[in-house]
């Protein structure tokens, strides 16, 4: 998140970027950033991290998206699974 964001919520509702640049650090050790939709869900963004990944080194080592979860760090500083709602 942007230095001086005070609201989390305002930060994600804003209008004015309808993106956000996020980090990747995929099993393999290669960082990806790129901007995603505030709007994506994590199966979308996913989906969108595999197909950029398939061009990085080290991709062939990868298992199928499926055997990953998303973690990311909280704003307390603690790591956090995210889950992917299934339908």
Not at 24 to 47: C, D, E, H, M, Q
Not at 57 to 70: C, R
Not at 72 to 78: G, I, K, L, P
């Amino acid at each position: 998140m942007p230095p001086g964001v005070d609201c989390p919520m305002e930060f994600w509702t804003k209008e004015e970027n309808q993106d956000v640049a996020v980090d990747f650090l995929l099993p393999t050790g290669v960082y990806l950033n790129f901007p995603v939709s505030r709007n994506a869900n994590l199966s979308t963004i996913k989906k969108v991290l595999w197909h950029r990944a398939q061009y990085e080194p080290l991709f062939h080592m990868l298992s199928d998206p499926e055997a990953y979860v998303f973690t990311c760090v909280n704003q307390t500083a603690e790591q956090q699974e995210l889950e992917i709602g299934r339908a």
